[in-house]
């Protein structure tokens, strides 16, 4: 069974993204993905999905759409109010999709960014092995390019009948970020922690940071204190990752996010730890973060307890891929 969603309204930069294109980086191709890639894959999983089929990936104001056919959806990562023929409809669940009904997003409760998971996926080619869309190229996703007034999104072919909702496991809820807070995210020390000041160290670690309008996939820039260098001494352009904190000539640091490039030649001061970068890609403009430094050895517990509670999901679902 397959199907289309007409797009009445786009929403604010709506795309399609996976798990991110890998192996070509050395050619200037950034991975892309989802810039929250807990929230996508728990959409995926709770749609009965495997977690690298692509979501729909909707930042503030979400997209008003139309199902032609019936199917199932999951919603997970921020709570934009999204409603379903008018009524509330419930985040981190499987939903039964009447053919014909409109789902729309209204008010920002928590986060930035939410992912909608279909049954089945979204029928959209591959590039480079990845659905996911990276604008700037204008390639991937749907078109190379944020959704449209009067797009037609095709959905997969899925087989089997459709199956109960399944709420959400214990265990398994996403990190809630609410505005006006102070999100604490935790990171390990950077290759080049010790090139920074001793006050710059503990202004890292103390200091309260808010995102900067200037922001975007491929990075966060942060407003606050500005960090000085111990030395002069300039780099050699070295590889980056996804959370990557950089620190330029300003001394305001610079959090890479998923459209990072692949290399960089300003310092590294330190590394948000993986199941944090969903924080971070929570986190709108102005909102306020603080540092918190963890060990290496803290950090890959906490990575390996979670993909053990997101295999228990799984299996719990009965989702084998």
Same mark, same amino acid.
């Given at each position: 069974?397959?199907?289309? =969603?007409? &797009?009445?309204?786009?929403?604010?930069?709506?795309?399609?993204?996976?798990?991110?294109?890998?192996?070509?980086?050395?050619?200037?191709?950034?991975?892309?993905?989802?810039?929250?890639?807990?929230?996508?894959?728990?959409?995926?999983?709770?749609?009965?999905?495997?977690?690298?089929?692509?979501?729909?990936?909707?930042?503030?104001?979400?997209?008003?759409?139309?199902?032609?056919?019936?199917?199932?959806?999951? =919603?997970?990562?921020?709570?934009?109010?999204?409603?379903?023929?008018?009524?509330? &409809?419930?985040?981190?669940?499987?939903?039964?999709?009447?053919?014909?009904?409109?789902?729309?997003?209204?008010?920002?409760?928590?986060?930035?960014?939410?992912?909608?998971?279909?049954?089945?996926?979204?029928?959209?080619?591959? &590039?480079?092995?990845?659905?996911?869309?990276?604008?700037?190229?204008?390639?991937?996703?749907?078109?190379?390019?944020?959704?449209?007034?009067?797009?037609?999104?095709?959905?997969?072919?899925?087989?089997?009948?459709?199956?109960?909702?399944?709420?959400?496991?214990?265990?398994?809820?996403?990190?809630?970020?609410?505005?006006?807070?102070?999100?604490?995210?935790?990171?390990?020390?950077?290759?080049?922690?010790?090139?920074?000041?001793?006050?710059?160290?503990?202004?890292?670690?103390?200091?309260?940071?808010?995102?900067?309008?200037?922001?975007?996939?491929?990075?966060?820039?942060?407003?606050?204190?500005?960090?000085?260098?111990?030395?002069?001494?300039?780099?050699?352009?070295?590889?980056?990752?996804?959370?990557?904190?950089? &620190?330029?000539?300003?001394?305001?640091? =610079?959090?890479?996010?998923?459209?990072?490039?692949?290399?960089?030649?300003?310092?590294?001061?330190?590394?948000?730890?993986?199941?944090?970068?969903?924080?971070?890609?929570?986190?709108?403009?102005?909102?306020?973060?603080?540092?918190?430094?963890?060990?290496?050895?803290?950090?890959?517990?906490?990575?390996?307890?979670?993909?053990?509670?997101?295999?228990?999901?799984?299996?719990?679902?009965?989702?084998?891929?």
């Amino acid at each position: 069974m397959s199907g289309r =969603i007409q &797009v009445l309204k786009p929403g604010v930069q709506s795309q399609l993204q996976d798990l991110g294109r890998f192996g070509f980086q050395d050619l200037g191709v950034p991975v892309c993905g989802a810039m929250d890639e807990w929230a996508h894959r728990l959409a995926n999983l709770l749609a009965g999905n495997a977690q690298d089929e692509a979501t729909l990936e909707i930042v503030l104001m979400g997209p008003s759409l139309v199902f032609e056919n019936a199917t199932q959806i999951a =919603i997970a990562g921020a709570d934009l109010s999204p409603r379903l023929n008018g009524e509330p &409809v419930a985040m981190h669940q499987r939903i039964d999709i009447a053919a014909g009904s409109q789902l729309e997003f209204g008010r920002r409760v928590n986060g930035l960014r939410a992912y909608l998971a279909v049954r089945g996926g979204f029928a959209v080619d591959p &590039v480079m092995g990845s659905r996911s869309t990276y604008v700037r190229g204008g390639f991937g996703g749907f078109q190379g390019r944020a959704l449209r007034k009067g797009d037609v999104l095709p959905m997969a072919d899925f087989a089997g009948a459709f199956e109960p909702a399944a709420p959400l496991p214990a265990g398994c809820e996403m990190p809630s970020v609410e505005p006006g807070a102070v999100t604490p995210v935790r990171v390990t020390t950077g290759e080049h922690w010790s090139r920074f000041t001793p006050e710059a160290q503990a202004e890292f670690a103390a200091a309260v940071y808010k995102i900067s309008p200037q922001s975007d996939r491929m990075g966060y820039r942060l407003e606050g204190p500005a960090l000085q260098r111990a030395d002069s001494v300039e780099l050699i352009s070295e590889a980056m990752s996804f959370g990557t904190i950089q &620190v330029p000539a300003d001394g305001l640091p =610079i959090v890479l996010m998923a459209e990072r490039h692949s290399a960089g030649g300003y310092l590294k001061i330190a590394h948000v730890i993986s199941v944090d970068l969903s924080l971070m890609a929570q986190l709108a403009p102005q909102q306020a973060l603080r540092f918190e430094r963890v060990s290496l050895e803290e950090a890959q517990t906490l990575y390996l307890q979670r993909e053990q509670r997101l295999a228990q999901l799984r299996a719990s679902l009965g989702v084998t891929a």
